[in-house]
């Protein structure tokens, strides 16, 4: 996870944004089709209990990709005039977005304004309602069948 992040914020993606507005909404919807192949996957691995599966290691990756893809995205609508408004210039400010988005708390310092900025913002909310939530909720289970196997049972009391 952390040189996922490491990545975000060193990778040079000025190339992305307003001067190559196709290139960037074809690498931001293979990006998040991959992940959300990736995600179901998963989640099918624990729902049919695979043994060789690691969804523990995988999920938690696959959704801290996710979040840096959104991240990146804003950063870079950022820098088209009118598409996000409250000062969201640097990468932290796109992650912070993401994560307020996500969170839905909404803080409203930073907004969506253009309808590029409102589409990315409804596609976070969609995904993470379908995906994201579908991905806690199979790690959740994986996690409690894990502790169950081992845990050791009691005989019953016999009073």
Do not use: K
């Given at each position: 996870?952390?040189?996922?992040?490491?990545a975000y914020f060193l990778l040079?993606?000025?190339?992305?944004?307003?001067?190559?507005?196709?290139?960037?909404?074809?690498?931001?919807?293979?990006?998040?089709?991959?992940?959300?192949?990736?995600?179901?996957?998963?989640?099918?691995?624990?729902?049919?209990?695979?043994?060789?599966?690691?969804?523990?290691?995988?999920?938690?990756?696959?959704?801290?990709?996710?979040?840096?893809?959104?991240?990146?995205?804003?950063q870079r609508l950022a820098q088209?005039?009118?598409?996000?408004?409250?000062?969201?210039?640097?990468?932290?400010?796109?992650?912070?977005?993401?994560?307020?988005?996500?969170?839905?708390?909404g803080y409203g310092d930073i907004?969506?304004?253009?309808?590029?900025?409102?589409?990315?913002?409804?596609?976070?909310?969609?995904?993470?309602?379908?995906?994201?939530?579908?991905?806690?909720?199979?790690?959740?289970?994986?996690?409690?069948?894990?502790?169950?196997?081992?845990?050791?049972?009691?005989?019953?009391?016999?009073?």
């Amino acid at each position: 996870m952390t040189v996922m992040v490491a990545a975000y914020f060193l990778l040079p993606l000025d190339r992305l944004g307003p001067h190559r507005p196709v290139l960037s909404w074809v690498l931001f919807g293979l990006a998040l089709a991959l992940v959300a192949v990736l995600l179901l996957r998963q989640i099918m691995h624990v729902l049919l209990s695979r043994p060789n599966a690691r969804p523990a290691l995988v999920i938690p990756l696959l959704m801290c990709l996710s979040i840096l893809v959104f991240a990146a995205t804003y950063q870079r609508l950022a820098q088209h005039p009118g598409e996000m408004s409250g000062g969201l210039t640097t990468r932290l400010d796109g992650l912070y977005f993401t994560l307020v988005t996500l969170a839905t708390i909404g803080y409203g310092d930073i907004t969506p304004h253009g309808q590029a900025a409102r589409l990315v913002a409804i596609l976070q909310i969609l995904y993470s309602f379908i995906f994201l939530t579908a991905a806690a909720t199979a790690l959740t289970r994986h996690v409690s069948n894990v502790v169950r196997r081992h845990t050791p049972r009691r005989p019953p009391d016999e009073s």
